[in-house]
T-cell receptor, first 116, second 111 residues
Framework: EAGVTQFPSHSVIEKGQTVTLRCDPI?????LYWYRRVMGKEIKFLLH????????ESGMPNNRFLAERTGGTYSTLKVQPAELEDSGVYFC??????????????FGQGTRLTVV | QKEVEQDPGPLSVPEGAIVSLNCTYS??????FMWYRQYSRKGPELLMY????GNKEDGRFTAQVDKSSKYISLFIRDSQPSDSATYLC???????????FGSGTRLQVQP
């Protein structure tokens, strides 16, 4: 079974440009999450989709970040315009649906974003 | 103050040693506790998942949760050089699936 897949693995863009990151979750996983790790900091939650709906977007830093999950399958995270402080590693994770409690989240390999 | 505190290390041990990794947390609402292993340039890999307090064992790995002390541990028995990685604790509360991570402890197992 394929794991969580992220594209691209690495992106270098100039300040002010737009970048779109893609995540393909594990097949059948209703829950999809975005996290990021900026230099020297811990991994931080950005947002959570249940199927195509945003369940929790409390971690999104500002309105330059836009996440979508078309048809409840893959997801994209767009940064527009990118700023220097957006550099870091962006992780996507997915988990099965679960009533009440939590379920294990499985992570992709991450997209390393460098804004210059 | 961070919600989850984790010693960044590095922690260096000889092959075969027992390793103890720990996290403390401040939010008593956390109910789900996880340990992830992350190799360089890779994504976090789920190692152990525990709900509420107690112990859980899987092969050479044992996870412990002490909610009264807000303290969780991961023990690795008979450590191997292939265990060299960064170990991340993560936790979440009921009704909210967002994970709160520790900063990670870098472990080096010397052959």
């Amino acid at each position: 079974e394929a794991g969580v897949t992220q594209f691209p693995s690495h992106s270098v863009i100039e300040k002010g440009q737009t970048v779109t990151l893609r995540c393909d979750p594990i097949s059948g996983h209703d829950n999809l999450y975005w996290y990021r790790r900026v230099m020297g900091k811990e991994i931080k939650f950005l947002l959570h989709f249940v199927k195509e709906s945003k369940q929790d977007e409390s971690g999104m830093p500002n309105n330059r970040f836009l996440a979508e999950r078309t048809g409840g399958t893959y997801s994209t995270l767009k940064v527009q315009p990118a700023e220097l402080e957006d550099s870091g590693v962006y992780f996507c994770a997915s988990s099965q649906g679960g009533r009440g409690g939590n379920t294990e989240a499985f992570f992709g390999q991450g997209t390393r974003l460098t804004v210059v | 103050q961070k919600e989850v505190e984790q010693d960044p290390g590095p922690l260096s041990v000889p092959e075969g040693a027992i390793v103890s990794l720990n996290c403390t947390y401040s939010n008593s609402a956390f109910q789900y506790f996880m340990w992830y292993r992350q190799y360089s340039r890779k994504g976090p890999e789920l190692l152990m998942y525990t709900y509420s307090s107690g112990n859980k064992e899987d092969g050479r790995f044992t996870a412990q949760v002490d909610k009264s002390s807000k303290y969780i541990s991961l023990f690795i028995r008979d450590s191997q050089p292939s265990d060299s990685a960064t170990y991340l604790c993560a936790m979440s509360r009921t009704g909210r699936r967002a994970l709160t991570f520790g900063s990670g402890t870098r472990l080096q197992v010397q052959p």
